[in-house]
């Protein structure tokens, strides 16, 4: 579990990496005339958090994906803080697969973005 907040110039750079300008992340008043308060952060911005999760955070970093269910439930707006949370619901194959419960929650403890995250470790010590 870990915690960020994601701001209009990591918008910036998602849209220069990935060529995804929309103007409902790109344009506040076209986000606004569409029902939102302001441009939304993209919602495989905010996904991509769970590679982290994986990469960085899991026991020696020695997992890789096999695959990521998403599903998301609420806007995510810049500037707002989330907690990336991983729990495991399963060990299998002797421990070398994992499938973990992936979430992307406001401060106020909202679910944005949910999953299931398959992982399988890489290399043993």
Sequence with gaps: MFERKITKKDIA?????????????????????????DVLVHGMLGSAFFSTLVGKYLPNQQFMY?????TFHKPLYPNQKVTVIGTLEKRMLSGTLLILKTQLRSEANELIISGIARVKQIAKL
């Design 13 to 37: 750079r998602f849209v220069t990496l990935t060529g995804d300008d929309h103007p409902l992340h790109t344009k506040k008043k076209y986000a606004q005339k569409m029902g939102f308060k």
């Design 66 to 70: 096999l695959s990521q269910s998403l």
